[in-house]
C-alpha cells in the first residue's frame, strides 16, 4: 500500500486519536510494516531507500489526514539521519534496522526549562564513570516520549555538548505524560526526566563537542524537512475542505463561492499552498541533488510551510464558521497543530534570522 492510500484508510480516525491524546499502537504497526518509518534509510540499513522527493510527498499524504503520524515519520526519521551520519558501524548495525522496522521507537530529547530555540543552554550533564556515562537533567516535549524504547538526548559533557542514546527502561528514567497540549495531541508527548542514569560509553553518538553542531543539526534539518512538507499536505487539506464548503453551502439562495470575499479566501489559500508546495519540491531536489544550498533550502521551505499551513487553516475556518469549530473539525485540529509547526525544529523567528544571512550572501 503506498502513503496515499494508508492516509486514506486511517483518514476518519483521526479526530478520534487527537481527543483520545494517542495514536493506537496498532496503527502504528502498521505504518512501520508498510515501511513509512526512516523511509529514507538505505535498504542496506533496514530501510526503503526513499528519494528525498518521496520521502517529502509521504509526509505531505500524511500531514493531510493526521499531525501525529506525520510526528511520528519525523522524530523517526530524526533520529535514524544522526546515527547514520555520525554513529560507528556498530551504532548502525545496532540501531538503524530497529528503527526501519518500528521494533524501536524513538524520541529525541533536546528542548529543557532554559534551552528552547538556543539549544546551547542545556543543562542536562553527561559524566563519564569507567567505561559508563551518567545522565542528569529534565527533557522537555519529546514527540512520542511516552511510548519510546530510546532517547537521542542532548547533554554537556565537561563543558561540551555531547548526544547520547539512552534506552528508556534504564533505571533512573522517569516519563512524565503530557495531555491538552494546544496541537500535536495524539503525539503521546512527555517530559522525561533523567535521574543518574547510566548508559554504556558506546551510546555517546559522535565525539564530545560535537552533540549540538553536528548531530542535533542533521537531525533538526531533517526534521525541518518532513514538518514543511507535512505543513504543505495540511494546507492543501484545509484549502481542498474550504473550497468544498464553498461549493456546496448556500445563503440566502446564494453559494458562498459566488461571493468575492470568499473566493480571495481560496485565492489567497491557493496562493500560500502552492508557493509552499514548490519551495518543499525545490528543497527535495537539492537534498537528492547534495547541492550546498539544501540547507537554507529546507529552513526557507519550512518557513513558508509552516506560514501557509497556519494562514490557510485561518481562512479555512473563516469559510467553514461553526461547522469548522466542531470537535471532528479537520480545520480546526490543523489550525491548532498549525501553530505548533511554527514553533518546532526552529520558530519563525530563528528562521527569519537564519534566511536573513543567507540573503546577504545570495547573489541571482
Same mark, same amino acid.
Given at each position: ?31 512501520? *510494516?508498510?515501511?513509512?518509518?526512516? %523511509?529514507?534509510?538505505? @535498504? ?11 520521502? =517529502? ?27 547514520? $551520519? ?9 540501531? #538503524? ?19 528552547? !530555540?538556543?539549544?546551547? %543552554? &542545556? ?6 564513570? @569507567? ?13 512520542? =516520549? ?6 537521542? &538526548? ?5 563543558? $561540551? ?12 528514567? @522517569? ?15 512527555? *517530559? ?11 551510546? #555517546? ?7 549540538? !553542531? ?7 534539518? *531533517? ?21 468544498? *464548503? ?17 473566493? %480571495?479566501? #481560496? ?6 499552498? !502552492? ?6 519540491? $525545490? ?6 541533488? =547534495? ?24 481562512? %479555512? ?48
Amino acid at each position: 500500500m503506498d502513503s496515499a492510500a494508508f492516509a486514506a484508510e486511517v483518514r476518519l480516525g483521526a479526530a478520534d486519536w487527537d481527543a483520545r491524546g494517542a495514536v493506537p499502537a496498532d496503527v502504528v504497526k502498521a505504518l512501520a *510494516h508498510a515501511g513509512f518509518l526512516a %523511509a529514507d534509510l538505505p @535498504a542496506s540499513a533496514g530501510g526503503a531507500g526513499r528519494t528525498q522527493a518521496e520521502l =517529502g510527498e509521504l509526509c505531505a499524504d500524511f500531514g493531510g489526514v493526521c499531525s501525529a503520524l506525520r510526528a511520528l515519520i519525523t522524530v523517526q526519521g530524526m533520529v535514524a539521519a544522526a546515527v547514520r $551520519r555520525w554513529g560507528t558501524p556498530e551504532q548502525r548495525a545496532r540501531w #538503524l534496522p530497529g528503527l526501519a522496522r518500528g521494533d524501536v521507537l524513538a524520541g529525541f530529547a533536546a528542548t529543557e526549562p532554559g534551552a528552547g !530555540s538556543d539549544l546551547s %543552554a &542545556v543543562t542536562t550533564s553527561a559524566e563519564r564513570e @569507567a567505561g559508563q556515562v551518567r545522565l542528569r537533567g529534565r527533557k522537555l516535549w519529546v514527540t512520542f =516520549g511516552q511510548v519510546a524504547d530510546v532517547f537521542l &538526548v542532548l547533554a554537556t559533557c565537561a563543558g $561540551r555538548p555531547v548526544a547520547v542514546l539512552v534506552e528508556a527502561d534504564r533505571p533512573g528514567t @522517569a516519563i512524565e505524560p503530557v495531555r491538552g497540549q494546544l496541537g500535536l495531541r495524539a503525539a503521546q508527548l512527555a *517530559h522525561v526526566r533523567f535521574d543518574g542514569v547510566l548508559v554504556p560509553a558506546g551510546n #555517546l553518538l559522535a565525539p564530545p563537542g560535537f552533540g549540538l !553542531s553536528h548531530v542535533v543539526a542533521t537531525a533538526l534539518d *531533517h526534521g525541518r524537512f518532513t514538518v514543511a512538507w507535512g505543513c504543505v499536505g495540511m494546507a492543501e487539506a484545509c484549502l481542498r475542505a474550504a473550497a468544498a *464548503h464553498a461549493s456546496d453551502r448556500v445563503q440566502g439562495g446564494v453559494r458562498l463561492a459566488e461571493h468575492p470575499a470568499v473566493r %480571495a479566501l #481560496l485565492g489567497r489559500s491557493l496562493a500560500d499552498t !502552492s508557493a509552499a508546495r514548490e519551495l518543499c519540491i $525545490r528543497a527535495a531536489a537539492q537534498r537528492d541533488g =547534495g547541492e550546498p544550498a539544501a540547507v537554507a533550502g529546507t529552513v526557507l521551505a519550512k518557513y513558508v510551510a509552516a506560514g501557509a499551513a497556519a494562514a490557510v487553516a485561518d481562512r %479555512a475556518g473563516q469559510v467553514l464558521g461553526a461547522a469548522g469549530c466542531a470537535e471532528d473539525s479537520l480545520v480546526g485540529r490543523f489550525f491548532r497543530d498549525a501553530k505548533v509547526m511554527r514553533i518546532i525544529e526552529g520558530a519563525d523567528e530563528v528562521a527569519e534570522q537564519q534566511l536573513g544571512g543567507y540573503a546577504l550572501r545570495w547573489r541571482p
